[in-house]
Antibody, heavy 121, light 110 residues
Framework: QMELVESGGGVVQPGRSLRLSCAAS????????MHWVRQAPGKGLEWVAL????????KYADSVKGRFTISRDNSNDTLYLQMHSLRAEDTAVYFC??????????????WGRGVLVTVSS | QSVLTQPPSVSAAPGQKVTIPCSGS????????VSWYHHLPGTAPKLLIY???KRPSGIPDRFSASKSGASATLAIIGLQTGDEADYYC???????????FGGGTKLSVL
C-alpha cells in the first residue's frame, strides 16, 4: 500500500532553517518525480518544488527560489526539503506528493497528510 | 492570489449536480491539461481528474471534468454528504514555469 509520511515540521524563528523529510513506501520511489506543495492557513494549495526521479532536474516556485532546496535519497526512499531564511509567509502545511507527467504537465497522483511549519518569533 | 480562479464556495442538495469552474489564461489552462483534487483538511489531498477528463482507478464516474479554451469545469452528480470537501484545479503555467492551482472551492451538500 502506497504511503507518504512527512516529518520535521515545527515552530521556528524567522531567519532560521528547517529540514522536512518525506518517507515513501509501497512503490518504486526511484522511478518517480516528487514534489512539495504547501497550504498556508486559510489559503489554497501552492506548489513549492519538484525533483526528477534521478535528482538531475529541480524546479522551484519563485517564492522559495534561492532559499529552499529539494533533494532525494533513492537508496532510502526519502524526499527532503531544506528550508533556509524562513519567513512568516512560509508558515503552512507542507505536503509531499508523487509526480506524474503527461502531455507536458505535472500533476500529483498520491499525497502525504502533510506536516505543519510555523515561522514565528 | 492564486493564478487560477475558482469560486470560494458552491452548494447543492444531496442527489443533485454541482459544477465547479476554474478559469485561467492562455499560458496555463489555455495551453495545458488540467487536473482536479479533492481535499478534506487534515487529510491527504486526492487526485480526482487528470489530463482534463480522465479518472484514476477508484474514482467513481459521478465525477467528470471538461475544458474549453482557458477554462475548465469539474462536475459532480448524485451528490452525497461525503462529497463535502475543498476542490482544487491545477495545471502547468508555461510563462511561470511552475505548477499553478486555483484558490479552492468549498463544496457544501445541504
Amino acid at each position: 500500500q502506497m504511503e507518504l509520511v512527512e516529518s520535521g515540521g515545527g515552530v521556528v524563528q524567522p531567519g532560521r532553517s528547517l529540514r522536512l523529510s518525506c518517507a515513501a513506501s509501497g512503490f518504486m520511489f526511484s522511478n518517480f518525480a516528487m514534489h512539495w506543495v504547501r497550504q498556508a492557513p486559510g489559503k489554497g494549495l501552492e506548489w513549492v518544488a519538484l525533483i526528477r526521479f534521478d535528482g538531475t532536474e529541480k524546479k522551484y516556485a519563485d517564492s522559495v527560489k534561492g532559499r529552499f532546496t529539494i533533494s532525494r535519497d533513492n537508496s532510502n526512499d526519502t524526499l527532503y526539503l531544506q528550508m533556509h531564511s524562513l519567513r512568516a509567509e512560509d508558515t503552512a502545511v507542507y505536503f509531499c506528493a508523487r509526480g506524474r507527467y503527461s502531455y507536458g504537465v505535472h500533476y500529483f497522483d498520491y499525497w502525504g497528510r502533510g506536516v505543519l511549519v510555523t515561522v514565528s518569533s | 492570489q492564486s493564478v487560477l480562479t475558482q469560486p470560494p464556495s458552491v452548494s447543492a442538495a444531496p442527489g443533485q449536480k454541482v459544477t465547479i469552474p476554474c478559469s485561467g489564461s492562455r499560458s496555463n489552462i489555455g495551453g495545458n491539461y488540467v487536473s482536479w483534487y479533492h481535499h478534506l483538511p487534515g487529510t491527504a489531498p486526492k487526485l480526482l481528474i487528470y489530463d482534463n477528463n480522465k479518472r484514476p482507478s477508484g474514482i467513481p464516474d459521478r465525477f467528470s471534468a471538461s475544458k474549453s479554451g482557458a477554462s475548465a469545469t469539474l462536475a459532480i452528480i448524485g451528490l452525497q454528504t461525503g462529497d463535502e470537501a475543498d476542490y482544487y484545479c491545477g495545471t502547468w503555467d508555461t510563462s511561470l514555469s511552475a505548477v499553478v492551482f486555483g484558490g479552492g472551492t468549498k463544496l457544501s451538500v445541504l
